[in-house]
């Protein structure tokens, strides 16, 4: 009998001993046994012994892929097990009877209400950092709502932004504001489907940046070098860029267009210009209490400014010195007349002057420029309209000292025409100044009488708030309102912009008598030299509570002007 590995020899019929006994190992907690070997498996070097339940131990071998599991068990041997993830716990069923009663209908809308109030206390409308789109600039504009082209984007964005870029030269060289070119800036770029655009405006740049998203940006720049006085071409352009927003023009056609008006004469010829800045001079100085030789001398010496001013523009000699040389020449012919003992009051005859040559529609667009949040273009103007304020002071002041040297007694320069005309002759003559003011900006011939017509009710108001005792400096001020006011809806209704009209009309508010005085006092009158600074200060306030006024006149009727010159009306139908 042999022994081998406590195994026995079947053959042999002897006792079994001990050592013939199967040997017992612990196992560990990891299921193996103290010698490293897996509980059910066998010692390195030995094979495999197993037994059954019914029976002997029997000899066999370990298949290969308990040796695999075998091995990678070893392996992972002595790691902590992983925690297993955790089991929904499953809902009792709810026995039957005790479910929830369903809420009424109409309790169910109060909490729904209650919510949505909530809701709107807590968060609000829009979050408070969002930005706003540029589109929403247009609101309150004639251009709101634009209608974009049928088309869809437009993939030639870089012909829009040029056309663009045009519009607003041509708006900028032509006297508009800068709200209104930055509104069809963006109202003609929407329309032809350019969404992400962002528009700056100077005093005398455009720069108009379009970057969508995930493209490479795209920046244009245009230089405005030159102004001139057109409000017939900038009716045209409002007109256009009004055909635009509506969807009734395309690009090609508003590229021909707008060639049309830049490259069209303007309505009135310049001699006739020229002519009607003589008329407005003479108008307004009877308008003052001025007689027949007053406005006769008047219209001489305006005629006379404007043929040496064009002259001087030839020569490319810069506004300022114009504007002071016409202001001189004006000052010069009054007194020359007077000395020759024509029955005149000079200080009409240089108010009247003074009156044209006053920047008003400078004036005006850089107070709206300043109250629309243009500060840059605002500051622009305003430097531009007090040089020119400047330049006529210098101009007056050495008309006085030619005059002083000359031996013309200048305190009696302040003897006033003494013609008191009835309301009826000053409206009249209102009337008349208007229509040649507006001449001489070249407004279109069908905008002409009702300008003047604004022009008399602003008159009317301005009359009417004197008698009532609010005195000279609230005047002003409510009439600037009201034509305003009224040059917007008249402005819209016509298809042309707000400027057009009220400028003209608000001409007869500008306190020309005072400024002239106010000048004299400080070049000749040392004495009262600081009267003529207090009169100076007093005359600047009223200027600017007048364009501050016709600014705000134009902001009251926009609520009565949404559907005029543009299609809001139609889109916000169709929203309901």
Request: glycine share 10%; proline share 7%; hydrophobic share 45%.
């Amino acid at each position: 009998m042999q022994e081998k590995d406590g195994q026995r020899d079947t053959e042999s019929g002897t006792t079994p001993r001990a050592g013939m006994l199967p040997i017992v190992r612990p196992v560990n907690q990891a299921g193996s046994s103290p010698d490293g070997t897996a509980a059910g498996q066998p010692r390195p070097g030995r094979p495999a012994t197993g037994s059954t339940d019914d029976g002997p131990l029997a000899t066999k071998q370990q298949p290969r892929a308990a040796r695999v599991q075998s091995r990678r068990h070893n392996r992972h041997r002595g790691k902590p097990e992983l925690p297993k993830r955790p089991v929904a716990k499953e809902a009792k069923p709810v026995p039957a009877g005790t479910a929830p009663l369903p809420l009424p209908k109409n309790q169910q809308r109060t909490n729904a209400a209650a919510r949505r109030m909530l809701r709107k206390l807590v968060q609000g409308e829009a979050p408070p950092t969002a930005p706003m789109s540029i589109v929403e600039r247009l609101a309150g504009s004639p251009y709101a709502n634009p209608l974009v082209q049928s088309s869809g984007v437009d993939a030639s964005a870089r012909l829009t932004l040029d056309f663009a870029l045009d519009v607003a030269e041509t708006m900028l060289r032509f006297g508009a504001g800068a709200l209104e070119v930055e509104s069809s800036i963006i109202a003609v770029t929407a329309a032809f489907g350019l969404r992400d655009v962002d528009v700056d405006i100077t005093n005398q740049s455009v720069v108009i940046n379009y970057a969508r998203p995930d493209t490479v940006p795209m920046n244009v720049l245009r230089v405005v070098r030159s102004w001139t006085n057109n409000y017939a071409g900038l009716s045209a352009v409002h007109q256009l860029v009004t055909d635009i927003v509506n969807g009734g023009v395309g690009r090609t056609e508003a590229r021909e267009r707008l060639k049309q008006i830049t490259s069209r004469p303007k309505p009135f010829p310049r001699w006739m210009a020229i002519g009607a800045g003589g008329v407005f001079s003479a108008a307004i100085t009877g308008f003052m209490g001025g007689g027949i030789f007053a406005g006769l001398v008047a219209l001489l010496a305006t005629v006379l400014m404007g043929l040496l001013g064009r002259k001087l523009n030839k020569w490319r000699v810069p506004d300022f010195f114009v504007t002071a040389v016409g202001a001189c020449l004006a000052t010069v012919a009054a007194l020359v007349f007077f000395q020759l003992r024509v029955p005149l009051s000079p200080a009409l005859v240089i108010a009247g002057g003074i009156l044209y040559l006053l920047p008003t529609g400078r004036l005006v667009s850089a107070t709206q420029d300043a109250i629309n949040g243009f500060p840059v273009t605002a500051m622009g103007r305003y430097l531009s309209a007090f040089l020119t304020f400047a330049a006529i002071a210098s101009g007056v002041a050495v008309g006085l000292v030619a005059g002083n040297l000359a031996g013309v007694s200048l305190p009696e320069i302040f003897v006033e025409g003494g013609i008191s005309y009835p309301f009826i002759v000053r409206a009249a003559l209102l009337m008349v100044a208007t229509i040649a003011i507006s001449i001489t900006e070249q407004t279109r011939a069908n905008v002409l009488l009702p300008t003047a017509l604004v022009g008399v009710v602003g008159l009317m108001v301005y009359e009417a708030v004197l008698l009532a005792g609010l005195g000279s400096r609230i005047s002003p001020f409510v009439a600037a309102v009201v034509i305003g006011f009224l040059g917007r809806i008249v402005g819209l209704r016509l298809g042309s912009p707000q400027l057009v009209v009220a400028v003209p009309a608000v001409l007869f508010l500008l306190p020309g008598f005072s400024v002239f005085r106010a000048i004299y006092e400080l070049t000749i009158s040392t004495e009262q030299a600081f009267n003529g600074m207090i009169g100076l200060l007093g005359a600047l306030t009223v200027i600017l509570a007048m364009a501050g006024g016709t600014v705000l006149g134009d902001y009251l009727a926009q609520p009565l002007t949404r559907d005029l010159g543009s299609n809001e009306g139609r889109r916000r139908n169709r929203r309901r």
